[in-house]
């Protein structure tokens, strides 16, 4: 069974659109290069002389999830904050008390570019085993300009290296780097007037990001960094309304960035402001579970007509997984995405959120050949259902045979 099809040239679903999924039976796919060429109905089915067959055996083929939101790139991990939540501290007082984006700045300031790298690429095998095919990535455990610029080659080595495929995102403004603390606003001057050029000049970012939220940066900051980063050819993507309604979907949408992310704190205005924008709104469900935070009202968005995101945040504060079929389980479990919906989110939406539905996200004849093959199923949703149960056989990427 192919999953995912889509000819209509569409490069998002919106609202009820969600609901839809084209799907073939007991189908052929053809791959030429790293695109798809064709498929079809076993019924018409010629084999192609010197090209080589993959018998999915029964299986079922999905588009590879496409994940727009990630901070892969960091040194270590950090449980014994995790520890310090399970005794009662929040987010919030561990950030307060220097630990957080800190932490992990400190961490990484002490760790080898090549080490991090080392890291960072078994995470993105990890991501690739587990289905993603195109994955963002951010910087932002640096705060320094040399530590911001470690991590920013240390993606671009990824992305020459890597599997799958990778996009940058520069997010100097994620905390106050330690040198400035209490001189928030110089920091972001730092940002803008020294930062920004720089990775710009060394072509080390596709988008620049601002932690957007209470007790990180405010709109005024925000609307400043991504500004700057405009001028230098970076479309933004926010963080926004994790930690409070922030305004930062608001100056998101003012300033037409390409997502706004989080979204666990969301009120109707909000909803309505993205209504009348081509700003994806992005949810990182497992964020919110890892947290044990509310969990961003996508019912209402998607019957407000929006094209939601699915992405997974992958870092060690917040969201230490990028696995995207268990992001899908969380989108239905917990936030009443029915599993279609939950798939086109974090297939289709999220490449749209990243720039990238044009070459990604669907089955459709010259997309990227980014896909995986699992076993035989009972059912399109008993791959959301069985949530932990290891399905995926094979995956394709960039139309070679990875695992
Ligand atoms: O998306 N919210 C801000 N940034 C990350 C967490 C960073 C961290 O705690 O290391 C997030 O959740
Ligand atoms: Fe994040």
Redesign the pocket.
Known sequence: MLVGIDESGRTARYGAELNEIGTLENAWLLTNGNRIKDYGSMDCFEEVEGCGVLDAEGGWLFPSFCDS?T?LV?AGS?EQEFLDKINGLS?EEI?KRGG??L??ADRLHDTSEDELYRQAMERVNEIAAMGTGLVEIKS??GLTLEDELKILRVIKRLRNDAPLEIRSTF?GA?AVGRAYKGRQAEYVEHVCNDMIPAVAGEDLADFVDV?C?RG?FTVEETEKVIRKGAEYGLRAKI?AN??AVSGGVEVGVANKALSV??LESMGDEQIEVLRSSETIPTM?PG?AFF?SIGYPPARKMIDAGLPVALAS?Y?????PSGNMRFVVSLASIKMKMTPVEALNAATINSAAAMGESRDYGSITRGKVANFYITKPLPSLAYISYAHQTPLIKSVVLKGKLKI
């Open positions: 939101h901070h960091y950090r987010y950030a957080g984006i932490n992990s932002g455990y997010l994620h932690f939220d990180f963080h994790e930690l992310d989080h990182l964020c947290l945040d870092n060690p504060g917040t969201a």
